[in-house]
C-alpha cells in the first residue's frame, strides 16, 4: 500500500487557501504517494474536484474518515482540538502550525503520539529555500496589504500630470525589509508612490535601495542567525522610535511588516507618532496577528484614531487564495519528498532525525515534544 496522503478541507472561518493544488496531487500521486482530498477542499481556492480527479486523487465526502485513514495530513491552518482527535495514532500532520500561539494543541498532539511539523519552523537554510512559506506567503502579504493601502489612501499614488495641474506622489514609508517589506516596497514603486523603508538589519539596505526606495540610516543592527531579526533593547528601542518619528509624520502611508519569530511583534508606532501625522494618513499594520507594530492596531479591524485611519488586515494571503495555495503546495511538495521512502524502501513515511529540515521543524512525535525552546515555552521557562 502507498503513503496516503490526505487534503481536507480548511475549517477556520474565512480560511480560503488549500494545502495542496491539483498540480501538486499530479506532482506527488507520480512519486508514488496515494492522495486522498475532501470534496470541496479546493472550492475557496477556485480548484473544483474534478481537477483534483484529473490529477488522480481520490475525492473523500466524509471528513472523519479522511482524518483517520490518513498516513500523511496536509493543512495550512493548526486543525481545531476535535479534528485533531480524529488522527489516527502515529499520523503525521504537516501544516502552517505556529506551536507558540497554540500550546494546548502541541500538548494534544504529543498525548495522541502523532507527529506534527511545522512548516512555519523550517530551518532557512539554502536548502530549505523551496520549503519556505513564511516567504512565500510573506510574499502574498506585501502585494495584497500595499494594494489595501492604496485604496484606504485619499491620495494618488502615483505623479498625474493633468489639465487641473500635476499631482504629487504618495509617500510611503515601508517599516521591515523582509519578505512582505520588500514585496510592498517593490508594489508600492509599481504604483508611482515614493517609498522609504527602514530595517534594524543594515544587511536590508542593499535590498532597499536595488527596489528604488530610500534606506533609513539608523544606527542599529540587530540581525540574529538565519537572517531574521532579533529583539531589541529597551535602549534601542527608544533610539529607533525617536529616528523614525520624522518619517512616520512625514509619510501619506504607513506599512509595517516587523516581526520576530515566536514573539510578540515589535513596537515601532506609538499612539503620540500616529497622532502627528497628516490629515488622512493610513497606517496598515500587517503584523497584527502578532500584536501589530503599532501601539493602536486592533487585529482584525479598521479603525480611526482622530483624522488617522490604522488597519491591522488578519490572514491576508487568504485573500489571494488562488496565487497563495500555489505558492504553499509547491512549498509542500518539496517538504513531503523529504518523507518518501524511496525505490525499494518501506511504504512507510521516512522519518530522518539526522536530516537538520526534518528535525529543525519537528513539534511533536512518539509522545514527545521534540523543540527543546518550545517544550521551555511551554513549561513557563520563556515569558
Same mark, same amino acid.
Given at each position: ?218 544606527? &542599529? *543592527?540587530? /540581525?540574529? !542567525? ?6 531589541? %533593547?529597551?535602549?534601542?528601542?527608544? $533610539?529607533?522610535? @525617536? =529616528? ?106 521516512? &522519518? *530522518?532525525? /539526522?536530516? !537538520? ?6 513539534? %511533536?512525535?512518539?509522545?514527545?515534544? $521534540?523543540?527543546? @525552546? =518550545? ?9
Amino acid at each position: 500500500m502507498s503513503i496516503r496522503v490526505a487534503v481536507p478541507k480548511e475549517s477556520r472561518t474565512g480560511e480560503r487557501r488549500v494545502a495542496l493544488v491539483p498540480e501538486a496531487v499530479a506532482r506527488l500521486v507520480k512519486q508514488g504517494f496515494e492522495v486522498r482530498v475532501q470534496a470541496g477542499a479546493g472550492r475557496g481556492a477556485f480548484f473544483d474536484d474534478r481537477q483534483y480527479e484529473g490529477a488522480g486523487a481520490e475525492l473523500v465526502p466524509d471528513a472523519t474518515a479522511l482524518w483517520g485513514t490518513a498516513d500523511i495530513l496536509c493543512k495550512v491552518q493548526p486543525p481545531a482540538a476535535e479534528e485533531a482527535e480524529r488522527l489516527a495514532e502515529g499520523a503525521i500532520l504537516v501544516g502552517f502550525l505556529q506551536p507558540l500561539r497554540h500550546p494546548e494543541l502541541v500538548q494534544q498532539l504529543a498525548q495522541r503520539r502523532i507527529t506534527a511539523f511545522a512548516m512555519d519552523m523550517i530551518p532557512r537554510i539554502t536548502r530549505a529555500q523551496s520549503m519556505d512559506v513564511l516567504s512565500s506567503q510573506a510574499t502574498v502579504a506585501g502585494y495584497k496589504g500595499t494594494l489595501m493601502a492604496a485604496e484606504l489612501c485619499p491620495r494618488f499614488f502615483p505623479m498625474l500630470t493633468t489639465a487641473a495641474g500635476t499631482i504629487r506622489p504618495a509617500r510611503v514609508l515601508v517599516l521591515g525589509a523582509g519578505v512582505a517589506g520588500l514585496q510592498a516596497i517593490a508594489t508600492a514603486r509599481r504604483l508611482g508612490a515614493v517609498v522609504e523603508a527602514y530595517d534594524v538589519r543594515r544587511a536590508a539596505r542593499e535590498q532597499v535601495e536595488s527596489l528604488g526606495a530610500r534606506f533609513l540610516q539608523v544606527e &542599529l *543592527d540587530a /540581525e540574529a !542567525e538565519g537572517g531574521y531579526a532579533r529583539e531589541l %533593547t529597551e535602549e534601542e528601542k527608544q $533610539r529607533e522610535q @525617536a =529616528l523614525l518619528w520624522r518619517s512616520v509624520e512625514e509619510a501619506d502611508v504607513v506599512i509595517t511588516t516587523a516581526q520576530i519569530p515566536g514573539r510578540q511583534a515589535p513596537l515601532l508606532i506609538t499612539a503620540k507618532m500616529v497622532e502627528s501625522m497628516k490629515p488622512g494618513a493610513v497606517v496598515v499594520d500587517l503584523a497584527a496577528e502578532s500584536g501589530g507594530n503599532c501601539e493602536l492596531t486592533v487585529p482584525g479591524e479598521r479603525i480611526q484614531h482622530g483624522e488617522v485611519t490604522v488597519f491591522g488586515p488578519l490572514d491576508l494571503p487568504s485573500a489571494l487564495p488562488v496565487h497563495a495555495s500555489e505558492m504553499y503546495a509547491r512549498n509542500m511538495v518539496h517538504f513531503l519528498a523529504l518523507l518518501a521512502p524511496g525505490e525499494g524502501g518501506a511504504k512507510v513515511p521516512a &522519518l *530522518d532525525w /539526522e536530516d !537538520e529540515i526534518l528535525a529543525g521543524c519537528v513539534v %511533536t512525535h512518539a509522545g514527545e515534544i $521534540r523543540q527543546p @525552546a =518550545l517544550r521551555e515555552h511551554l513549561a513557563g521557562g520563556d515569558s
